[in-house]
Nanobody, 121 residues
Framework: QVQLVESGGGLVQPGGSLRLSCAAS????????MGWYRQAPGKQRELVAT???????DYSDSVKGRFTISRDNAKNTVDLQMNSLKPEDTAVYYC???????????????WGQGTQCTVSS
């Protein structure tokens, strides 16, 4: 059984900061890519940022320069530091891991339960 558990999020004023954390646990052999996605009301889920096991990162254009993704391979954790937040960043943020469960031969995507981030004055 593999679990992704998120923490962080909440309510912040425009211009403020939030930090999200996600820990993957369970029967895991290897994690390739980890990342964060978000889904605003009435919209499709979209990529925010991803990071590979070697530290290569990718960001959505809408968050470049404001958000920073980081990862601890030893702890199977991924964080998202969000600065200069805007109302349009309001969404449910989901942690994602593309990983190989133990005793299997295929990598697959796993998702956290989501955490609400609201940017409002």
């Amino acid at each position: 059984q593999v679990q992704l558990v998120e923490s962080g999020g909440g309510l912040v004023q425009p211009g403020g900061s939030l930090r999200l954390s996600c820990a993957a646990s369970g029967s895991i052999a290897s994690i390739n890519r980890m990342g964060w996605y978000r889904q605003a009301p009435g919209k499709q889920r979209e990529l925010v940022a991803t990071i590979t096991s070697t530290g290569n990162t990718d960001y959505s254009d809408s968050v470049k320069g404001r958000f920073t993704i980081s990862r601890d391979n030893a702890k199977n954790t991924v964080d998202l530091q969000m600065n200069s937040l805007k109302p349009e960043d309001t969404a449910v943020y989901y942690c994602n891991a593309y990983l190989l469960p133990r005793f299997t031969w295929e990598y697959r995507d796993y998702w956290g339960q989501g955490t609400q981030c609201t940017v409002s004055s």
